[in-house]
């Protein structure tokens, strides 16, 4: 039985599907192909995201984001460890501020010249160049696993947010781990859990988060025609998706 997104799901419901989510991963139509098979130049990057498997991903995963964060336009977003630009200027495109920080130069440089509305400056995500409270929203889309101390890094995103803080994480507990892990553009990130970010990293926190969501996409990364149309029918409570999401509002 495949639930909507609307329904709750108990933990034995949620298990069930989970562990046929599993068996039924290889079964799919789609490409073996790996999501990113080795580390990819700025150019490169975006040029995946204009794939029709690199299009969905992206598509399913801003909408998730934008869904969670629920901005208003004008409102203004940080996007930590900004890469191309690829994320910010999705954002930029729905009517919001966006400044970009990235602690390569030459990601920051092709950044710059790839979105000219775009403010984009070299920085660390452990020590982010700009005063409490600075931005309405801030985002890190996967820049955070790898840094070795998230945690640090999230206070960071944190002291600079006024409202909401958001992180797409790479989620353990999913098909892709199994496939993936430590190969290829995976080699070297942390995935994480849930669990892990709510022990581990939101303690400490000042203030305390007034709100915590958790939500998951990209069950089937193969991305074939089926795939598409299992995905939609599936909630985003599932803890099985590869993208973990994660919004803190204050």
């Known amino acids: 039985m495949l639930y909507s997104n609307c329904q709750a799901l108990t933990a034995d419901e949620a298990e069930t599907a989970a562990e046929a989510l599993v068996q039924a991963y290889s079964a799919l139509d789609g490409t073996d192909e790996p999501i990113m098979n080795q580390v990819l130049a700025p150019a490169d990057y975006d040029a995946w995201y204009d794939t029709p498997r690199g299009k969905w991903i992206g598509d399913r995963e801003f909408r998730l984001m934008w869904k969670m964060i629920g901005p208003s336009e004008g409102e203004t977003l940080l996007d930590v460890g900004c890469g191309s630009g690829y994320f910010s200027r999705r954002f930029s495109n729905r009517g919001l501020r966006v400044t970009g920080v990235d602690i390569d130069e030459e990601t920051v440089a092709y950044a710059r010249k790839r979105n000219p509305n775009l403010r984009c400056f070299a920085g660390s995500a452990l020590s982010l160049p700009f005063r409490d409270e600075a931005f309405d929203d801030v985002v890190a889309v996967t820049s955070l696993c790898f840094i070795d101390c998230p945690k640090c890094a999230l206070a960071e995103m944190w002291r600079v947010s006024r409202k909401t803080v958001t ?23 942390r995935w994480d859990t849930a669990d892990e970010v709510r022990r581990r990293w939101l303690h400490g926190l000042v203030p305390e988060p007034a709100g915590v969501d958790i939500r998951f996409a990209i069950f089937f990364p193969q991305g074939g025609r089926l795939a598409r149309r299992v995905e939609d029918l599936l909630p985003t409570r599932l803890p099985r998706g590869s993208f973990l999401a994660v919004t803190l509002r204050k």
């Not at 992180?167 to 990130?189: C, D, I, Q, T, V």
């Open 167 to 189: 992180l797409g994480l790479l989620n353990r507990h999913s098909p892709l781990f199994r496939e993936k892990s430590g190969r290829g553009g995976y080699a070297g990130a």
